[in-house]
């Protein structure tokens, strides 16, 4: 992959952490306008698997989660909050965090820290599922949603999402360090796995970056993982970029998960950016080359608590970590996450390899593998030059294995039970 070294800087340390993937924590399918604008035709439908990360630091003897994915009882969630799902076209969780570390032989009580990355109910799973010993840590700017703070009629939150153990609020303003262009904070204190604020879609919203090979530790070369929770939610908001422009005159050999897409040069004048332009007119698809497909959603339906804030920090995780090639960028909802190669999959995960870590990402070329993926996720062009939709991974709401057309079905089945 031709690429150049951009302008992230992380402090020097020898010491990392152990990166795993969880997958398997829900499936939900939405309208793309709640994420990205404007939606190609085609690509009207968002299928995002929910995922969090298992981060050990085996130096300390620690072990944190990043993310919890949806509660598998995603009825019960405070009205308010749960009403939002009658958006989804499809919602189902068969399992839970909790679930996939105690089947990886991975005990509950061994996990010293659940870091969410943002208040959202696909994120926040359900943490009074883990011991009084582990402590709940969140960006400091969630605390408005807090239920003592909300009230019952307005809640966010059950108590039960804080209730009895340490709650850690992640303050930025006390930090002095900046990584990436974002404030940052050193989680366990020796380099190995930082805290960065990247705002702009929920309260608080952060991410978090993992050192997965040190130099000074003998490994060749720094590299690095962003776990970049919702700052955006599809690689095309992201890609193509002036580092990596889009593949000419077709996506590489490496890419994976693309075999069916049309070739490269017809999809590129589908690039949402050019169609808009007036280079369209004149026929020149360069400018679309080195732009990404997609802006951050700021329409009605948009996600974002402040768009032109999230804009700036997915803008910047293009400038700064997207375009270095040391830096893997792992969105939460990336179905190119779970891509498989002749029907095995590119990245190992902790549900299928509980020993397998995501570390040697650089050197096993998973990154280049990945890069292209998302475009898989576009509508088809069919032979009469219609653009086919992708189907939507999952339709209906699903509770204890059966399907119901509308969520509403469900919150009353809930209710009587
Ligand atoms: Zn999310």
Redesign the pocket.
């Known amino acids: 992959m031709a690429t150049q070294q951009r302008w992230l800087t992380a402090p020097p340390s020898a010491h990392t952490v152990r990166v795993r993937l969880i997958k398997d924590l829900g499936l939900m399918s939405i309208p793309s306008a709640l994420f990205i604008e404007p939606v190609a035709e085609g690509h009207e439908v968002f299928n995002g698997p929910d995922m969090a990360y298992l981060i050990e630091n085996e130096n300390l003897g620690k072990k944190a989660v990043f993310d919890l994915g949806v509660r598998k009882d995603w009825w019960n969630l405070p009205p308010k909050v749960r009403d939002s799902l009658a958006f989804c076209v499809g919602v189902k969780v068969d399992k839970d965090v909790p679930d996939v570390l105690k089947e990886s032989g991975v005990p509950l009580d061994a996990i010293d820290d659940v870091i969410w990355s943002h208040s959202?109910l696909?994120?926040r799973g359900d943490v009074s599922l883990f011991p009084p010993n582990t402590t709940l840590n969140y960006g400091k700017e969630m605390v408005v949603m807090k239920p003592e703070i909300t009230g019952n009629e307005e809640a966010v939150f059950l108590s039960s999402d804080f209730a009895g153990r340490h709650n850690n609020e992640i303050d930025f303003s006390k930090s002095t360090l900046k990584i990436g262009g974002f404030r940052a904070l050193d989680f366990y204190d020796d380099g190995s796995f930082y805290l960065l604020d990247t705002p702009g879609h929920d309260h608080g919203h952060l991410s978090a970056l993992a050192r997965t090979t040190s130099s000074k530790a003998g490994h060749g070369k720094d590299t690095f993982i962003l776990l970049a929770g919702?700052a955006c939610h599809f690689c095309g908001v992201l890609r193509p970029n002036c580092s990596q422009p889009f593949p000419h005159p077709h996506l590489p050999d490496s890419a994976i998960g693309v075999s069916d897409v049309e070739n490269a040069e017809s999809l590129l004048r589908r690039h949402p950016k050019y169609q808009q332009s007036p280079l369209a007119a004149a026929g020149l698809v360069e400018e679309a080359r080195v732009n990404p497909w997609y802006g951050i959603a700021a329409g009605q339906l948009s996600t974002f608590l402040d768009p032109e804030l999230g804009q700036s920090t997915a803008s910047t995780i293009k400038d700064a970590f997207d375009e270095a090639e040391n830096v893997f960028v792992a969105l939460?909802?990336d179905l190119s996450l779970l891509a498989e190669d002749s029907g095995k999959p590119v990245l190992p995960t902790l549900n299928d390899a509980p020993q397998r870590d995501l570390n040697g990402w650089y050197e096993n070329g998973w990154k280049d593998k990945l890069y292209w993926t998302w475009v898989s996720q576009l509508g088809k062009e069919d032979t009469n030059g219609s653009i086919q939709m992708r189907e939507p991974l999952v339709t209906g709401f699903w509770m204890n294995g059966k399907k119901y057309e509308k969520a509403q079905e469900v919150f009353d089945k809930a209710l009587k039970e």
Do not use: L, M, R, Y
Request: charged share 35%.
């Open positions: 959202h696909d994120h919702d939460c909802h």
